[in-house]
């Protein structure tokens, strides 16, 4: 019986080809859909993290509640003693300081007189140190332009778009006129030694990278640092494992009277990206649902077209002695294996295609050329545990769904009653 | 040769709801039949032969009286019972042939075979001998769409044959069939009614049935009008 009723699922195609394909489709477009969300999601939270938010990030809180000022004078001191016990005490973290400034760069002719002038955001990182990972962090080789990384102190990048606004050749003196943490004018010239891109909008507008030892001298904060940035050495954000760290820290470190303690914040924490990942997931959850609904109807669709069109098999089946119980399991039977197959088949094409998005992704620059989001200009897909099974599942329900319903259409008629079809 | 009497139909009612209507397909409707019967439900369209032949065949329930096929009441019996009555007893034959078409002839042979849990080799022997009665041996790997309708007829023959039924319904069974064709299946049948002493029952308005008939019994507006004994 098990044989006969293979047999005639593999002859006819309406029932094995057809349905098969339908479902590996919709489950390949799930598939997709769903690890394109999850990769534009991971690449945001990715960018954010390398040149903003970190895993988790270390600052006053003094310093957290007006952050958007970039209030150096409310700045972490003594760095040095707290990253060598934060080295100690979460080891799973990469940590780095930070100094985010703001300023005018001020660029002289030869006389010294200036020949132009812009405001200048800033980010002070460690890049000379031989152990630091900020040069890879913040892709600093791949976005170089022109000249090279600096290599001694007093040497600077340059968005390469901000220095051609400025018409600054390489190797030009610049000078950048900020306040110290004092509260002083602080002055400071710097040796431009190349120009930099970063293919976020954000960043590429007006940015100077310089050394954190060279801000930290023009700005008379030694050992002081903005920020100390963690970074998960797995590469990926867990939040999870960044609220538990940021838990335990704060716990150690953090007192709430005191508002120079250090407080650790995680990525979620900061500039409403929590609530941004949330709506995000949200709206994932929402386009994945429209879209399972949608492939549930057209798989649906396919499961009564099959059923009516087997009226008769199903009636000449009964007139044979087939139990109605029997045929009805036999029809569910065959979806559910229908499903599997075709489901198996859309997830792993789903897969293949996302692991070469993720792999190769691709280009959509032209579309985000005014945006200011912090989000690189290639899109990719990511391939996440959910992408295993996001489509399987309901290509399978939806599948045995359409069948079930169909065939109760079926039973819901009197016996005789398909026979009456069965003569017309 | 007749037999004992297999079926007992009594005081039997069909009515059919139509909306807030309903309308009387059967009106008191007493016949028996013994085993063993070459029998044909005839009167005009809408008589109501079909409408008796699938309340005999235990395919739909009558409203009010009862028909007792082989010692059961099929208005008791449950779904399940209804489909081991069928299985084991009754062969359908019907107008439109209705094979499976993804089958070959062989399997659509075998399907009721398969049903009652045979062996393999009962089930070989069983379909080549049914094939063997029909003469389409030669078209065991056959597909329906490769049969003409003769042929296709003959294959539902051999069908409802295989399992020797001990009754054999069969609605309108010659109405897509020509002259030659109809009666080639009909000496069949009655070959096999006199050599198997399988019970046939017909609903029929051919002429061409009517003639190989041993018995007729006339239906006209759901009443039994006539019951005559032939030849
Ligand atoms: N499901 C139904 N609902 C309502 N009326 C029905 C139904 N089935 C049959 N009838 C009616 O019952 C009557 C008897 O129908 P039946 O099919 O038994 O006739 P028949 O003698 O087989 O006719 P034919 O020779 O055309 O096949 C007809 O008037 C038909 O319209
Ligand atoms: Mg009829």
Redesign the pocket.
């Given at each position: 019986m098990i044989k006969f009723l293979l047999v005639g699922l593999l002859r006819d195609r309406h029932r094995s080809l057809f349905p098969v394909t339908v479902v590996s489709l919709g489950v390949i477009l799930t598939t997709l859909l769903y690890s394109f969300m999850s990769g534009m999601m991971n690449d945001l939270i990715d960018s954010t993290s390398r040149f903003d938010s970190g895993h988790v990030k270390i600052m006053t809180s003094a310093y957290h509640e007006l952050e958007n000022q970039l209030p150096n004078d409310l700045a972490l001191t003594s760095t040095g003693s707290l990253l060598a016990s934060l080295k100690k005490s979460y080891p799973g973290y990469d940590w780095t300081a930070r100094i985010k400034f703001a300023g005018l760069l001020d660029v002289p002719d030869e006389n010294g007189e200036t020949k132009s002038q812009s405001p200048v955001f800033g980010l002070g990182v460690d890049l000379l140190d031989k152990s630091s990972h900020e040069v890879e962090r913040l892709n600093l080789r791949k976005a170089l332009i022109r000249g090279r990384l600096p290599e001694k102190p007093g040497e600077v990048l340059l968005s390469d778009k901000f220095a051609r606004k400025l018409a600054l050749g390489l190797n030009h003196k610049v000078t950048l006129v900020s306040t110290s943490s004092g509260g002083a004018m602080a002055v400071q010239n710097f040796i431009l030694c190349g120009t930099v891109e970063f293919g976020i909008t954000a960043m590429d507008n007006g940015a100077m990278i310089a050394d954190l030892s060279d801000i930290r001298f023009a700005l008379e904060m030694p050992d002081g640092a903005g920020e100390i940035l963690g970074f998960n050495k797995s590469k990926f954000y867990s939040s999870e494992n960044a609220g538990k760290t940021a838990a335990d820290f704060n716990g150690k470190f953090f007192n709430p009277q005191d508002k120079f303690s250090p407080l650790m914040l995680t990525l979620e924490d900061q500039n409403g990206m929590g609530e941004y990942i949330q709506y995000a997931d949200s709206m994932g959850f929402i386009i994945v649902g429209i879209f399972l609904i949608a492939m549930s109807a057209v798989l649906l669709n396919a499961g009564l077209m099959s059923g009516i069109r087997r009226y008769g098999e199903v009636g000449v089946r009964l007139a044979m002695g087939e139990p109605k119980g029997h045929i009805y399991k036999t029809l569910i039977y065959e979806s559910v294996l229908i499903g599997i197959l075709g489901s198996f088949i859309g997830t792993s094409i789903g897969l293949l295609i996302g692991y070469y998005f993720q792999q190769v992704g691709f280009d959509i620059s032209g579309s985000l050329r005014n945006s200011s989001i912090m989000m690189s200009n290639v899109l990719r897909a990511r391939i996440s545990l959910t992408s295993f099974y996001i489509g399987f599942f309901p290509g399978l329900i939806a599948t045995t769904l359409g069948t079930a319903l169909s065939g109760i259409q079926i039973f819901k008629r009197?016996t005789?009653?398909l026979f009456?079809e069965l003569?017309t | 040769m007749k037999g004992s009497e297999i079926i007992k139909v009594h005081g039997l009612i069909?009515d059919?709801?139509?909306g807030k209507q309903s309308?009387r397909?059967?009106n008191d409707v007493n016949m028996s039949v013994c085993s063993g019967e070459f029998t044909g439900?005839v009167?005009?369209?809408?008589?109501?032969?079909?409408?008796?032949?699938?309340i005999i065949g235990a395919l739909d329930n009558p409203t009010e009286g009862d028909a007792v096929v082989l010692g059961k009441d099929v208005n008791s019996l449950s779904q399940a019972e209804g489909a081991l009555l069928r299985n084991e007893s009754l062969g359908f034959i019907f107008q439109t042939y209705n094979l499976l078409p993804v089958y070959t002839v062989y399997e659509n042979v075998e399907f009721p075979l398969l049903l009652l849990k045979k062996s393999k080799q009962e089930r070989n022997e069983a379909v080549m001998k049914a094939l063997e009665w029909v003469g389409l041996t030669a078209k065991a790997k056959s597909k329906p769409n490769q049969l003409s309708g003769g042929e296709s007829q003959r294959v539902a023959v051999a069908r409802a044959m295989v399992k020797l039924p001990k009754i054999v319904l069969a609605?309108?069974p010659t109405a897509n069939l020509d002259a030659a064709n109809s009666h080639n299946i009909l000496k069949m049948m009655l070959k096999l009614n006199e050599e198997l002493n399988t019970t046939f029952i017909f609903?029929?308005?051919d002429e061409k049935v009517i003639a190989y008939l041993k018995r007729k019994v006339v239906?006209s507006d759901?009443k039994i009008i006539d019951d005559i004994t032939l030849n």
């Amino acid at each position: 019986m098990i044989k006969f009723l293979l047999v005639g699922l593999l002859r006819d195609r309406h029932r094995s080809l057809f349905p098969v394909t339908v479902v590996s489709l919709g489950v390949i477009l799930t598939t997709l859909l769903y690890s394109f969300m999850s990769g534009m999601m991971n690449d945001l939270i990715d960018s954010t993290s390398r040149f903003d938010s970190g895993h988790v990030k270390i600052m006053t809180s003094a310093y957290h509640e007006l952050e958007n000022q970039l209030p150096n004078d409310l700045a972490l001191t003594s760095t040095g003693s707290l990253l060598a016990s934060l080295k100690k005490s979460y080891p799973g973290y990469d940590w780095t300081a930070r100094i985010k400034f703001a300023g005018l760069l001020d660029v002289p002719d030869e006389n010294g007189e200036t020949k132009s002038q812009s405001p200048v955001f800033g980010l002070g990182v460690d890049l000379l140190d031989k152990s630091s990972h900020e040069v890879e962090r913040l892709n600093l080789r791949k976005a170089l332009i022109r000249g090279r990384l600096p290599e001694k102190p007093g040497e600077v990048l340059l968005s390469d778009k901000f220095a051609r606004k400025l018409a600054l050749g390489l190797n030009h003196k610049v000078t950048l006129v900020s306040t110290s943490s004092g509260g002083a004018m602080a002055v400071q010239n710097f040796i431009l030694c190349g120009t930099v891109e970063f293919g976020i909008t954000a960043m590429d507008n007006g940015a100077m990278i310089a050394d954190l030892s060279d801000i930290r001298f023009a700005l008379e904060m030694p050992d002081g640092a903005g920020e100390i940035l963690g970074f998960n050495k797995s590469k990926f954000y867990s939040s999870e494992n960044a609220g538990k760290t940021a838990a335990d820290f704060n716990g150690k470190f953090f007192n709430p009277q005191d508002k120079f303690s250090p407080l650790m914040l995680t990525l979620e924490d900061q500039n409403g990206m929590g609530e941004y990942i949330q709506y995000a997931d949200s709206m994932g959850f929402i386009i994945v649902g429209i879209f399972l609904i949608a492939m549930s109807a057209v798989l649906l669709n396919a499961g009564l077209m099959s059923g009516i069109r087997r009226y008769g098999e199903v009636g000449v089946r009964l007139a044979m002695g087939e139990p109605k119980g029997h045929i009805y399991k036999t029809l569910i039977y065959e979806s559910v294996l229908i499903g599997i197959l075709g489901s198996f088949i859309g997830t792993s094409i789903g897969l293949l295609i996302g692991y070469y998005f993720q792999q190769v992704g691709f280009d959509i620059s032209g579309s985000l050329r005014n945006s200011s989001i912090m989000m690189s200009n290639v899109l990719r897909a990511r391939i996440s545990l959910t992408s295993f099974y996001i489509g399987f599942f309901p290509g399978l329900i939806a599948t045995t769904l359409g069948t079930a319903l169909s065939g109760i259409q079926i039973f819901k008629r009197q016996t005789a009653q398909l026979f009456k079809e069965l003569e017309t | 040769m007749k037999g004992s009497e297999i079926i007992k139909v009594h005081g039997l009612i069909k009515d059919y709801s139509m909306g807030k209507q309903s309308f009387r397909a059967l009106n008191d409707v007493n016949m028996s039949v013994c085993s063993g019967e070459f029998t044909g439900l005839v009167g005009p369209s809408g008589s109501g032969k079909t409408t008796l032949l699938n309340i005999i065949g235990a395919l739909d329930n009558p409203t009010e009286g009862d028909a007792v096929v082989l010692g059961k009441d099929v208005n008791s019996l449950s779904q399940a019972e209804g489909a081991l009555l069928r299985n084991e007893s009754l062969g359908f034959i019907f107008q439109t042939y209705n094979l499976l078409p993804v089958y070959t002839v062989y399997e659509n042979v075998e399907f009721p075979l398969l049903l009652l849990k045979k062996s393999k080799q009962e089930r070989n022997e069983a379909v080549m001998k049914a094939l063997e009665w029909v003469g389409l041996t030669a078209k065991a790997k056959s597909k329906p769409n490769q049969l003409s309708g003769g042929e296709s007829q003959r294959v539902a023959v051999a069908r409802a044959m295989v399992k020797l039924p001990k009754i054999v319904l069969a609605d309108e069974p010659t109405a897509n069939l020509d002259a030659a064709n109809s009666h080639n299946i009909l000496k069949m049948m009655l070959k096999l009614n006199e050599e198997l002493n399988t019970t046939f029952i017909f609903a029929t308005h051919d002429e061409k049935v009517i003639a190989y008939l041993k018995r007729k019994v006339v239906l006209s507006d759901g009443k039994i009008i006539d019951d005559i004994t032939l030849n």
